[in-house]
């Protein structure tokens, strides 16, 4: 063990555990805890969000659509033939989007009605994962409304009653009279969020008849193996395209939620970085402290032949002990905090009656997190290199004492 780290951990235990000196000491060290434990844990709570947000959020929103500019995509099969010829494409399916509105005894409610195949569905999104096995098989083999949640909620109905939809339908002379149409309600879907209370679907063929599509679709949907590739896949693809078609892609319709995490992500950078920095200056006053406490006992080390370097590496060591402390103690602290996040969360709920989180407005319920590792290391690398950095004043201080003068100083 070298001579420079037998001192530091002398100079360190023999601090007077009631002086003010082992106060800041112990700040330094319980600054840096809290801020490599809190930042950990905000940084899981991103990791979570964003996790949600890939995994569940965009397995029912499209990647990519396209969208006809007017009528129908008469060459649907050709747009997903070219689609699928792209290397970051997995999959396509058409759809039929339409807006209608459904008329209850008192009032009338305008829906998002989407006309999808449901062998290709499965193939471009997970929806069938959000409604019961029993409500799909229903709906598949009957036909009638998948019904969002929050649509049937609002509207009062259940699965067997029957809806009034008006549909849109062109005339001769150009413009839209209603076509009312009673479908019955064979399965409910439950997402979270807007979805619920806006979206429901009929099979393609109820959507074509409907709205009378004698031949096409109004929209293809595309799946990607990497979605953060949606805007240049989207370009790429449909500059290939045989027709004009509007672009649409989930980094336009829901990015501002991704934007959001990495904004949030940053703001926690920031903060709890300078928190650490506050931390860190308490570990420069600790040492300048030392050095001006010690001196006498530099003196004596550089008087029997202690090389600067040695003294120098002495002081560096005492001050990245606190940090180090501290970054074993937070990032402990913080992959607990981070692994059990969403237990801790819904006692609070639980204790207080509230929720943090709510579904019917957000497309989840429980604040989600997921550590990792590269987040822990990240942190405490930093936490650490800053300790050190905090060290460089007081261990140059430490060097220019002036045996002669020190020794014969009382103190």
Known sequence: MSLAWLLAKRFRSRRDKKGFLSFISASSTTGIALGCAVLIAALSMMNGFQNVLQNKLLSVVPHVEYSAVEGELKNWELISKIALEHPGVTATAPGINSTVMVQT????????????????????????????????????????????????????????????????????????????????????????????????????DTAMHELTIADGVTSVRLALSDVFTAPAVAQEVGNQLPELVYLNDWTRTHGHLYRDIELVRSVVYLVLVLVMAVACFNIVSTLVMTVAKKRRQIAMLKTLGMKDRTLLLTFMLQGVMNGLYGVLWGAGIGILLGQFMPDIMRFIESLFNIDILDGGIYFVSDIPSQWQWNDVVLVSSVALIMSWLATIYPAWRAIKVEPAKALHDRG
């Open 105 to 204: 005894d008192t009032s009338f409610h305008g829906i998002q009605l989407k006309g999808i195949d449901p062998a290709k569905e499965n193939t471009v999104s997970e929806l069938a994962n959000y409604v019961s096995q029993k409500d799909w098989q229903r709906w598949t083999s009957e036909g009638g409304i998948l019904l969002g949640a929050g649509i049937a909620e609002k509207l009062n109905v259940k699965v067997g009653d029957s809806l009034s939809i008006l549909f849109p339908e062109k005339s001769q002379r150009g413009f839209q009279s209603p076509k009312r149409k009673r479908l019955k309600i064979t399965g409910l879907f439950e997402f979270g969020g807007e979805i619920d209370h806006l979206n429901a679907y009929v099979s393609l």
